[in-house]
C-alpha cells in the first residue's frame, strides 16, 4: 500500500512536469508527436507563450527604433543611445535557446551578437562561446574589461546585448540591472524565493530606468494557472510568518 502511493506521488508529478513542458513549448514534450526538428520559427510559433514575449520585445524595439530615446549612465556622465535590455527567464529547454536567438534575428531583425545565452551548458554571445557568464553580463550592461588596466570601459550600443536569455545561472552572482526594463518569466519556479531572487537581479539600485516590468505570461486552462497560484499562496503564508507585532516584511503580494 505504501509502494503504491509512493507511485501515485510519483505519477502525479510526472504528469505535473509535462503539463509546464506543453505549456511552455510543445516541441519539449516527447509525445508531442513532432518529427523533424524545428525552425527558430517553427519552434516560437508553436508556443503561444513564447510568440507573445515575441511580440513584446518587438515592440520594445519598435518603440526605440521610431522615438529613438538616450539613457543617462550618471556614473560616466554620458548618454548611451538605444534600446533598453530585456531578459527572457526560463529553467527548461534550454537546450532550444538557440532557437530563441535565432527567431530574435531572422524574424525581429536583431543584430546577432544583440542576443546573449547565459546558461549552465554554455555563455555566448550571438554564437561566440565564452567560458564565463559575467563576460555576457558585462555586454548586456554595456561595458567590458580593459585587459590592460582592469577597469571597465563603455560598449557602444552597436556592442552591447539588447536581449538577454538565461536559465537559472543567471539567479545569482551575478548583476543585470543597468539598462534592463523588462523581466519575462516564462517557467515558474516553485519556490517563492527563488522568483524574488531572479527579479532581483534587474530590479534593485542602478538601473536607469525609474521602473522595471516583470512579465510573466500564463496560458489559460492548464497547469500555469495552477502554478501561479501555489506560488502566490506560498508567499501569503510566508508573509503571515514574518508578521510580528503589527510590523510586517513582505516578501511579495504582487
Same mark, same amino acid.
Given at each position: 500500500?505504501?509502494?503504491a502511493k509512493?507511485?501515485a506521488?510519483?505519477?502525479?508529478?510526472?504528469?505535473?512536469?509535462?503539463?509546464?513542458?506543453?505549456?511552455?513549448?510543445?516541441?519539449?514534450?516527447?509525445?508531442?508527436?513532432?518529427?523533424?526538428?524545428?525552425?527558430?520559427?517553427?519552434?516560437?510559433?508553436?508556443?503561444?507563450?513564447?510568440?507573445?514575449?515575441?511580440?513584446?520585445?518587438?515592440?520594445v524595439?519598435?518603440?526605440?527604433?521610431k522615438?529613438?530615446?538616450?539613457?543617462?549612465?550618471?556614473?560616466?556622465?554620458v548618454?548611451?543611445?538605444?534600446?533598453?535590455?530585456?531578459i527572457?527567464?526560463? =529553467?527548461?529547454?534550454?537546450?532550444?535557446? &538557440?532557437?530563441? +536567438?535565432?527567431y $530574435?534575428?531572422?524574424? %525581429?531583425?536583431?543584430n546577432? /551578437?544583440?542576443i546573449?545565452?547565459?546558461?549552465?551548458?554554455?555563455?555566448?554571445?550571438?554564437?561566440?562561446?565564452?567560458?564565463?557568464k559575467?563576460?555576457?553580463?558585462?555586454?548586456?550592461?554595456?561595458?567590458?574589461?580593459?585587459?590592460e588596466?582592469?577597469?571597465?570601459?563603455?560598449?557602444?550600443?552597436?556592442?552591447?546585448?539588447?536581449v538577454?536569455?538565461g536559465?537559472?545561472?543567471?539567479?545569482?552572482?551575478?548583476?543585470l540591472?543597468?539598462?534592463?526594463?523588462?523581466?519575462? =518569466?516564462?517557467?515558474?519556479d516553485?519556490n &517563492?524565493?527563488? +522568483?524574488?531572487? $531572479?527579479?532581483?537581479? %534587474?530590479?534593485?539600485?542602478? /538601473?536607469?530606468?525609474?521602473?522595471?516590468?516583470?512579465?510573466?505570461?500564463?496560458?489559460?486552462?492548464?497547469?500555469?494557472?495552477?502554478?501561479?497560484?501555489?506560488?502566490?499562496?506560498?508567499?501569503?503564508?510566508?508573509?503571515?510568518?514574518?508578521?510580528?507585532?503589527?510590523q510586517?516584511?513582505?516578501l511579495?503580494?504582487?
Amino acid at each position: 500500500e505504501e509502494g503504491a502511493k509512493i507511485g501515485a506521488g510519483v505519477r502525479r508529478l510526472q504528469c505535473l512536469m509535462w503539463g509546464r513542458q506543453i505549456a511552455l513549448n510543445p516541441y519539449l514534450f516527447k509525445c508531442s508527436g513532432f518529427k523533424e526538428e524545428p525552425t527558430g520559427k517553427m519552434y516560437v510559433e508553436a508556443s503561444p507563450k513564447l510568440l507573445y514575449v515575441m511580440k513584446c520585445i518587438e515592440s520594445v524595439k519598435e518603440y526605440t527604433e521610431k522615438n529613438k530615446p538616450r539613457i543617462y549612465n550618471a556614473k560616466d556622465k554620458v548618454f548611451i543611445g538605444g534600446m533598453s535590455g530585456q531578459i527572457i527567464y526560463m =529553467n527548461y529547454g534550454v537546450s532550444a535557446f &538557440p532557437l530563441i +536567438r535565432d527567431y $530574435l534575428v531572422s524574424e %525581429l531583425g536583431f543584430n546577432i /551578437n544583440e542576443i546573449g545565452i547565459i546558461a549552465g551548458s554554455g555563455n555566448y554571445i550571438g554564437k561566440k562561446k565564452y567560458e564565463n557568464k559575467q563576460s555576457v553580463a558585462n555586454a548586456f550592461l554595456g561595458r567590458v574589461i580593459n585587459e590592460e588596466s582592469g577597469e571597465y570601459e563603455l560598449l557602444s550600443d552597436e556592442k552591447r546585448v539588447k536581449v538577454l536569455i538565461g536559465s537559472e545561472s543567471i539567479k545569482e552572482g551575478i548583476n543585470l540591472q543597468d539598462f534592463s526594463s523588462v523581466l519575462y =518569466n516564462c517557467f515558474l519556479d516553485f519556490n &517563492p524565493t527563488d +522568483r524574488i531572487q $531572479l527579479e532581483g537581479r %534587474l530590479w534593485r539600485q542602478g /538601473n536607469k530606468f525609474g521602473n522595471v516590468r516583470v512579465v510573466t505570461p500564463l496560458m489559460a486552462d492548464c497547469i500555469d494557472v495552477f502554478m501561479f497560484q501555489k506560488l502566490e499562496d506560498k508567499t501569503e503564508r510566508i508573509n503571515q510568518i514574518w508578521t510580528r507585532n503589527g510590523q510586517v516584511n513582505d516578501l511579495d503580494t504582487t
